[in-house]
C-alpha cells in the first residue's frame, strides 16, 4: 500500500511573533512512500532546487522517518520515497518544516507507529529546533506555539493554539533570487535585547494573535519588528524598503520566516501589491517573483491507496 502525505508550506515569525506563530499557506509537499524489498529508502525528487536536494540517507525526508524508527526501537522497511515538491528551498516558505513533518508521518507509518499531533510534533521539533513553521505544517490555518521549558522525559512538548484564517485574506508572497540560509540568518542576530524592544515585539503580537483568532481588523503597524527584521533586512537589497511599502489593500507587510521572501497579507488589490513589491526588488538590482496564495486551512492531509 502507497502512503502520501500532503503538507502546506508556511510563513513564520509574521513580524513581531518571532519563533511563535506561523500561518499555513496553499502550496504543498507531497510524499509517498511505497514499501519495497529494497531494505533502504529508494528517493525521487520532483521540483525545484533539486541540485539541493540529496537522494540519499542525509535527504531531510529520510532523516525525520530514520529518527522516528530509532525512537520506537523498530526497523524501518525498505521503502520507495516519492516527493513532488511545490516549496522553494530556503525562501522562508517553511520548506524544511514541511519536509520534516512529512517525514515524520510517514516513518510512523512504515514502522506501525501511531502518532498523536503532540508526539508528531516532538519528534520533529528534534529537527527543526522551533515550533512555529511545524504547528502550521501539522495543523494548518494560524498557530501560536511554545515549547514547554519542563520537558518531559521522553523529549520536549510543544503547546499549540490553532484557528481557521479566513477566505477574504490573500498571502502574497514576494521571492527575490537570492537563497537566504536560515542559519546565515540566524548568525546575524544579537544575543541581548532592550526592554523596549521586547515589549513593543510583545504588544504586536498580542495584536496579531487576537485579530486572527477574533476575526478582527488587521492593520500594517501590527507587523513591525525590533528583534530580527532589522538585522536580517541588510542581507538581501530591497527587503528593508519592502517592510516600509504601504498601499491601499495592505493589511501587513513582514519577511517570512528567515527570509528570503517578504509576505504581504491583502484584503484587496493584491495583484498590484505583488506587482509594486516586485518593482521594489527590481529597483535594488534583484529580480523577483509574486506568488499568491490562500490560507491553508487542513494541515498535513494522509492517503492510502
Known sequence: MTVTVQVPASSANLGPAFDCAAIALSLHLRVSATPNSSGKLEIRYHGPDSERIALDETNLIARAMRQIAAASKVKLAGARIDIDNHIPIGSGLGSSAAAIIAGTILGADLCGVALDPGKILRHALALEKHPDNISAALHGGMVVAAIKQDAADDGEDVFVSATNVSEKLDFIAVTPDVPLPTDKARAVLP???????????????????????????????????????????PLVPGIAECLEYRSEGLAGVFLSGAGSSVMAIAVRKSAQIGKELVEIFRRNGITARAARFKADNDGAQVRRA
Open 191 to 233: 544575543t541581548q535585547y532592550s526592554r523596549e524592544d521586547a515589549v513593543a515585539n510583545i504588544q504586536r503580537t498580542a495584536l496579531i494573535a487576537a485579530a486572527f483568532f477574533s476575526r478582527g481588523d488587521l492593520a500594517p503597524e501590527m507587523f513591525r519588528d525590533r528583534l530580527h527584521q532589522p538585522y536580517r533586512s
